[in-house]
């Protein structure tokens, strides 16, 4: 019997973005497998597809993870109602979406690899190394982010740490393929991210240093819009939307919005997502320093970040005047500059809550902190210097579905991941969530005073993690 692909989760997401779709049969709920190898141009066709794939993963793991998070919170009745909390279960349908979306990242780039380029005369080394670094994502991801993950439907179950050795496997795979130096260096860079979450010092700094020392803008994204789709969905949380259904922790207020339309055609004016970014380079570098007590190296590090990378990425001013952060489950969300501390302990900052109605306001698309050149010589100590490496890491990977993980917390695999899958134990369906995670939506509370308005965060969840450095489940370098 011939293989099938089906054709909604396979045929019509390769498919998707060509002009003609005639080698299927829309007609037909499947296409077999020799089909479509052998089709003309299969690997083009296949590859949009993968892309496609990646783009839809990245949205999908942006929305509830940010919502796990202490960086945004769902102020109104859609997406998940308990992420805030966080309360995170093996039978909720979210953990399945997450999943799911790694799992079809995976399957697309796996096929790619095992069946469609090696049938394709026409196949080039550009799109194997493409498949095979999406491949090396999709398993970050699931050494990021879940607690387990089987490698293939029905498979055997790979732990964190499997997975990420995998992705970095996959990783110098495809850097060996690429034939531009720019994608070379971003192999680099999610090498250097993955150590660096395996807790490798030395092997995070020697990759993180190819990066700040080549091309300290380096950028990988993925891309939205058009017809065709996929949009950002979370463009459409935060700003696109009628009712924009996440607000921000208000000392976050000011990278809000990330993704944006300057158009009335909001179909074509998609922003995309920042995947990979030099950034990180920067960052792991000064935890290394710091790990190793070298104050002064993470020092220098950090302020390279600030002045040569973050300053020089693009600022949008736009029109934010009707942003009401009207959601509905909370209403005191600042609307006006209000000064704002971080917990009761902390001074207070201004120029973090902005005023949308009083004009124009900056937008920061792929980077933007409020941490300056000064706050960074200010600071004395290992700890205080870490503070504000994981306070920058926040604000840079902010709207970037980065955040969850930083805070030592993992999604368990799927309740129907359990019920179909032997390899699958009663072990995987607990969420890592740490013991200094606050619960009952204390991570996104906070107090307006009434006379002033400002604005006391109930907890400082950097100083948090800071406090808790030595534990295994965060600041991996420690």
């Known amino acids: 019997m011939k293989k099938t692909i089906v054709y909604t989760a396979f045929a019509i997401l390769a498919c998707t973005g060509l002009n003609s ?53 769902n102020n109104y009745t859609q997406s998940s109602k308990v992420f805030d909390i966080p309360e995170i279960n ?12 790694i799992h079809l ?24 190394a493409e498949c095979n670094f ?38 110098t795979v495809a850097q060996n393929s690429y034939p531009d130096a720019k994608d070379k260096l971003s192999c680099d860079l999610a090498v250097a991210r993955a150590y660096h979450r395996m807790g490798n010092k030395t092997a995070a700094s020697t990759a993180a240093l190819k990066i700040t020392d080549a091309d300290p803008l380096l950028l990988r994204q993925v891309f939205y819009g058009t017809q065709s789709g996929p949009g950002n969905n979370f463009q459409n949380a935060i ?6 259904q996440f607000a921000p922790l208000p000392r976050l207020d000011f990278l809000d919005p990330k993704y944006f339309n300057l158009t009335s055609v909001i179909v074509d004016d998609q922003k995309p997502i920042s995947i990979l970014k030099a950034e990180e380079a920067f960052l792991i570098l000064s935890e290394v320093a710091l790990a ?74 792929v980077s933007g902190t409020h941490v300056t050149v000064a706050d960074i010589n200010h600071a004395a100590t290992v700890d205080q210097l870490l503070y504000l490496t994981y306070l920058i890491r926040q604000e840079v990977f902010f709207a970037e579905g980065r955040r969850m993980t930083d805070l030592g917390i993992r999604f ?31 991570m996104d509370d906070f107090t307006v005073d009434p006379v002033t308005g400002n604005v006391t965060m109930k907890h400082d969840m950097n100083k948090v993690l800071v406090t808790n450095k030595q534990s295994d489940l965060v600041i991996p370098l420690f």
Request: aromatic share 10%; with cysteine.
């Open 412 to 442: 368990p695999i799927s309740e129907l991941e359990f019920n179909n899958n032997s390899n699958v134990n009663e072990s995987h369906l607990v969420t890592m969530m740490p013991a200094f995670i606050p619960l009952n939506l204390e």
């Open 90 to 101: 093996h039978f909720d349908i979210d953990v399945r979406r997450v999943q799911t979306s």
């Open 292 to 365: 190793d007590s070298d104050i002064q190296t993470a020092k220098a590090f950090l302020v390279r970040l600030v002045e040569d990378v973050v300053s020089k990425r693009p600022v949008t001013t736009l029109d934010d005047s009707r942003e009401t952060r009207n959601g509905g489950n909370r209403n005191d969300y600042p609307l006006t500059e209000v000064d704002v501390r971080f917990d009761a302990n902390s001074p207070w900052k201004s120029g973090l809550v902005l005023d949308r109605q009083a004009g124009e306001i900056n937008a920061f698309s």
């Open 239 to 244: 700003f696109s939307g009628t009712i924009n």
């Open 21 to 73: 779709c005639n080698l299927f049969d829309v007609t037909n709920p499947y296409v077999t497998e020799d089909r479509f190898i052998n089709s003309p141009q299969a690997a083009t066709i296949w590859m949009n597809g993968v892309k496609r794939q990646a783009s839809q993963t990245v949205g999908t793991v942006v929305e509830f993870t940010e919502l796990v998070s202490d960086n945004y919170f």
């Open 134 to 171: 999406y491949m090396g994502y999709a398993h970050l991801l699931a050494g990021e982010l879940y607690v387990a993950m089987p490698e293939a439907p029905n498979g055997a179950v790979l732990s964190p740490q499997q997975h990420l050795e995998k992705a970095i496997q996959y990783f």
């Open 105 to 128: 990242l995976l399957e697309t780039a796996r096929f790619g690899i095992d069946k469609v380029l090696p049938n394709d005369p026409e196949s080039t080394p550009l799109q194997l």
